[in-house]
C-alpha cells in the first residue's frame, strides 16, 4: 500500500507566498510522475503542475511563472513553490503519483488566498 502525506497549506494575503510538501511511502519501487491538482468549491478539480522521473515539468497556464514543482526522488517527495499567489489560487491541494498502473492521491491540504 501507498500513502501520500501533504503538508503546507495555509491561509496567506494575495501576493504571498506558500511551499507545499508531498511525501510519499509504503510499498514503492519507483514512482514515475507527480503533481499536484486543485480543486475549488463548486468546480472540478484541476491539474496544477506535473514532473516525471527526469524532472520534466508541465504547468497550467494560470500558474506558469508563478508555482515551481521539483521532487527528490531520493525521499519520494514533491513539493511545489508558490508565489504571487491570488484569490483564485484557493483550493483543495491534491497530491498525486503515479506508480505502475496505478494513481495515488493525498488527502488534500487547504490554501486559501485571501486579505
Known amino acids: 500500500q501507498v500513502q501520500l502525506v501533504e503538508s503546507g497549506g495555509g491561509l496567506v494575503q494575495p501576493g504571498g507566498s506558500l511551499r507545499l510538501s508531498c511525501a510519499a511511502s509504503g510499498s514503492i519501487v519507483r514512482i514515475a510522475a507527480m503533481g499536484w491538482y486543485r480543486q475549488a468549491p463548486g468546480k472540478q478539480r484541476e491539474l496544477v503542475a506535473t514532473?516525471?522521473?527526469?524532472?520534466?515539468?508541465n504547468y497550467a497556464d494560470s500558474v506558469k511563472g508563478r508555482f515551481t514543482i521539483s521532487r527528490d526522488n531520493s525521499k519520494n517527495t514533491v513539493y511545489i513553490q508558490m508565489n504571487s499567489l491570488k484569490p483564485e489560487d484557493t483550493a483543495v491541494y491534491y497530491c498525486n503519483a503515479q506508480i505502475a498502473t496505478i494513481s495515488y492521491w493525498g488527502q488534500g491540504t487547504q490554501v486559501s488566498v485571501s486579505s
Open positions: 514532473i516525471t522521473s527526469s524532472f520534466r515539468t
